[in-house]
């Protein structure tokens, strides 16, 4: 089976208990939960079966071990995960307004996420591994853009294989040398997986069905477009599926289109059919939500199997 690669933040998740405005007084909060995009996704992508590896940094810290030793558990090579012996473990307070939109208050940038970089270790598992997903997100610091496009260059000179997920807002276009990352990534992208209207912040077309074909044309083997508690899309110049959504109670949506994206890389890696792949990644999705903590809503293949199942009795 092929090793998948992804490199990127881990944070701890602090949520506050009851929704509001923000963190100008003192609030009930739980946590601290495992977190990070490319650490979601690559927990949900081991617990599919399938081989893969994480590039990141934390702190010496109790915030570090607990996403080290999640991850580990889940079978995940945390080979490459530094332990920075001076700076802090990444963390993301969390609170939800009334109207469904969320309130952060971030610590990444200047966290031990800042020092993720081409170590000895991260050049090993690099070499080691036929695909390569990104996080657009994580591209952010040079350390990371540095990482990044080099297991770019190695994987594709390999013959590999690679997945992009923008995970990105507009706002965040403004960042130094990410916009020319994004346009690199995709240029060597297979598999890409934006969600709703991400997609057009990669093309000058002005409709998503547009933006879609013109990025196929570029080279781009197939797209996801990812619809939230709609469903799912899937393009690739022949075919063009869209699969709804399971219809489930959500109880936190963060990490839901990680493991979402995760599970459907799985299944394309494994050669499943675009529409039964979608259908087990919305499955993933549909699990994710009902869990409170962004990482504690990741799925094995026989919980997903089981609820799968349970669709089709229902």
């Given at each position: 089976m092929t090793k998948v690669v992804t490199i990127g933040e881990i944070v701890v998740e602090i949520m506050a208990v009851a929704p509001g405005n923000g963190f100008r007084e003192?609030?009930?909060?739980?946590?601290?939960?495992?977190?990070?995009?490319?650490?979601?996704?690559?927990?949900?992508?081991?617990?599919?079966?399938q081989p893969c590896a994480m590039v990141s940094c934390v702190g010496n810290d109790d915030f570090g071990w607990l996403n080290i030793e999640r991850l580990r558990q889940d079978g995940v090579d945390v080979s490459a995960i530094r332990v920075h012996e001076d700076a802090v473990t990444g963390s993301a307070f969390v609170r939800y307004r009334t109207?469904?939109?969320?309130?952060?208050?971030?610590?990444?940038k200047h966290s031990a996420n800042g020092h993720i970089g081409l170590t000895d270790e991260a050049r090993a598992v690099i070499a080691s591994a036929g695909h390569l997903h990104v996080m657009g997100s994580s591209l952010v610091s040079p350390g990371i853009i540095e990482a990044v496009l080099f297991a770019l260059e190695q994987v594709k000179a390999r013959g590999g294989s690679v997945s992009f997920d923008p995970n990105i807002r507009k706002e965040m276009l403004d960042f130094a040398g990410l916009r020319a990352a994004l346009d690199t990534v995709l240029a060597q992208t297979d598999l890409f997986m934006p969600s709703g209207a991400e997609v057009l912040l990669f093309s000058q077309e002005t409709s998503e069905d547009a933006a879609a074909k013109d990025i196929l044309a570029r080279g781009v083997r197939a797209i996801v477009l990812k619809?939230?508690?709609?469903?799912?899309?899937?393009?690739?110049?022949?075919?063009?599926?869209?699969?709804?959504?399971?219809?489930?109670?959500?109880?936190?949506?963060?990490?839901?289109?990680?493991?979402?994206?995760?599970?459907?890389?799985?299944?394309?890696?494994?050669?499943?059919?675009?529409?039964?792949?979608?259908?087990?990644?919305?499955?993933?999705?549909a699990l994710a939500v009902g869990r409170k903590g962004p990482m504690e809503g990741t799925s094995t293949r026989a919980e997903l199997d089981a609820f799968l199942a349970q669709q089709v009795s229902a």
């Open positions: 003192a609030i009930e909060l739980v946590g601290p939960y495992p977190s990070g995009a490319p650490a979601i996704f690559i927990d949900q992508i081991a617990k599919q079966g109207d469904g939109q969320r309130d952060f208050v971030f610590n990444i619809q939230g508690a709609a469903g799912a899309r899937y393009l690739d110049g022949e075919q063009d599926l869209f699969v709804p959504a399971f219809v489930v109670e959500e109880i936190d949506p963060t990490g839901a289109g990680d493991a979402f994206g995760a599970t459907f890389l799985a299944g394309w890696l494994a050669g499943l059919d675009a529409e039964t792949n979608l259908r087990r990644a919305n499955g993933a999705g």
